[in-house]
């Protein structure tokens, strides 16, 4: 059975890190492409970061390009989120999710397109 855990968030000041990590049971994140999403109260689910199983690309959000930097753990079965330089917009419930692809595809961004999603860890960034 797939399942996805989140961890790590909490409250951090303008200009502090955060590192999110995602625990997937049921398969291993070599098999399948990681994404992650975040959704800020009163705004639709957006595309944040994608590792690529297939190939180890990785892929970004303009908002997020420079700041933000996914890598995966096989030994942990993780896939982690490093998240700096945090303004107070990425405040928001942080989610991964797997399509069961090994890549990310064009359209990675996609929330519609997930298959399955852990329940998000919320992150505020808050002076």
């Known amino acids: 059975q797939v399942s996805l855990v989140e961890s790590g968030g909490g409250l951090v000041q303008p200009g502090g890190s955060l590192r999110l990590s995602c625990a997937a049971s049921?398969?291993?994140?070599?098999?399948?492409?990681i994404g992650w999403f975040r959704q800020a109260p009163g705004k639709e689910r957006e595309g944040v970061s994608c590792?690529?199983?297939?190939?180890?690309?990785?892929y970004y959000a303009d908002f997020v390009k420079g700041r933000f930097t996914v890598s995966r753990d096989t030994g942990r079965n993780t896939v982690n989120l490093q998240m700096n330089a945090l303004k107070p917009e990425d405040t928001a419930v942080y989610y991964c999710?797997?399509?069961?692809?090994?890549?990310?595809?064009?359209?990675?961004?996609?929330?519609?397109?997930?298959?399955?999603w852990g329940k998000g860890t919320l992150v505020t960034v808050s002076s």
């Open positions: 049921g398969f291993r994140v070599d098999y399948y492409a």
């Open positions: 999710a797997t399509q069961e692809e090994p890549g990310c595809g064009t359209n990675w961004a996609n929330y519609l397109d997930m298959d399955y």
């Open positions: 590792f690529s199983s297939s190939d180890g690309r990785t």
